[in-house]
T-cell receptor, first 116, second 112 residues
Framework: GDSVTQMEGPVTLSEEAFLTINCTYTATGYPSLFWYVQYPGEGLQLLLKATKADDKGSNKGFEATYRKETTSFHLEKGSVQVSDSAVYFC???????????????FGRGTQLTVWP | SQTIHQWPATLVQPVGSPLSLECTVE??????LYWYRQAAGRGLQLLFYSVGIGQISSEVPQNLSASRPQDRQFILSSKKLLLSDSGFYLC???????????FGPGTRLTVT
């Protein structure tokens, strides 16, 4: 079935360091891909998305490119800030015939801590 | 604009007690609604989803149930809580055929 695999955390970086969080997926169709962010004690917020191959989603300095050939959607940011400390979730849409509209499959999440 | 509310924000309940968590969405109609549980240090587990009033689908057999008495109201319940029911419960909604889910602030449940 459809699934998402994220790199294991936690990830600890110094401020202004480069960030990569790996995400690969398995899907039978052509899913849309998402990154969500969860700040401590809060719900999830949509960070960025890509709906088809080679699309690049971007928001708040974060980027991810939908790579169909490698089934990947890695999250990157050139210079992280302390305020980026959070848990990041990769997700894909369930596009299978007969599936529930709007269903998402989430990865297990990657904890990012940025030190000043 | 649309907003999603969950209450209570935190809850401490003894084992064997009942549970009722509520989620409401404002500013939209006929949303798809979802209940997730997030255990400590783990990812999101989809518990229930609903595409309309009275329509509930369960993802995993468990000690919980869900109901949708009104278009924009989604309730998570249990008759007798277990220790393993502790976690962070998140409600989410989507518009129609969109896959972008919007999450509520969550309810932290501790079963003692």
């Amino acid at each position: 079935g459809d699934s998402v695999t994220q790199m294991e955390g936690p990830v600890t970086l110094s401020e202004e360091a480069f960030l990569t969080i790996n995400c690969t997926y398995t899907a039978t169709g052509y899913p849309s891909l998402f990154w969500y962010v969860q700040y401590p004690g809060e719900g999830l917020q949509l960070l960025l998305k890509a709906t088809k191959a080679d699309d690049k989603g971007s928001n708040k300095g974060f980027e991810a490119t939908y790579r169909k050939e490698t089934t990947s959607f890695h999250l990157e940011k050139g210079s992280v800030q302390v305020s980026d400390s959070a848990v990041y979730f990769c997700a894909l849409s369930d596009e299978a015939r007969g599936s529930t509209l709007g269903r998402l499959y989430f990865g297990r999440g990657t904890q990012l801590t940025v030190w000043p | 604009s649309q907003t999603i509310h969950q209450w209570p924000a935190t809850l401490v309940q003894p084992v064997g007690s009942p549970l009722s968590l509520e989620c409401t969405v404002e500013g939209t109609s006929n949303p798809n609604l979802y209940w997730y549980r997030q255990a400590a240090g783990r990812g999101l587990q989809l518990l229930f989803y609903s595409v309309g009033i009275g329509q509930i689908s369960s993802e995993v057999p468990q000690n919980l149930s869900a109901s949708r008495p009104q278009d924009r109201q989604f309730i998570l319940s249990s008759k007798k809580l277990l220790l393993s029911d502790s976690g962070f419960y998140l409600c989410a909604w989507t518009r129609g055929s969109s896959y972008e889910q919007y999450f509520g602030p969550g309810t932290r449940l501790t079963v003692t």
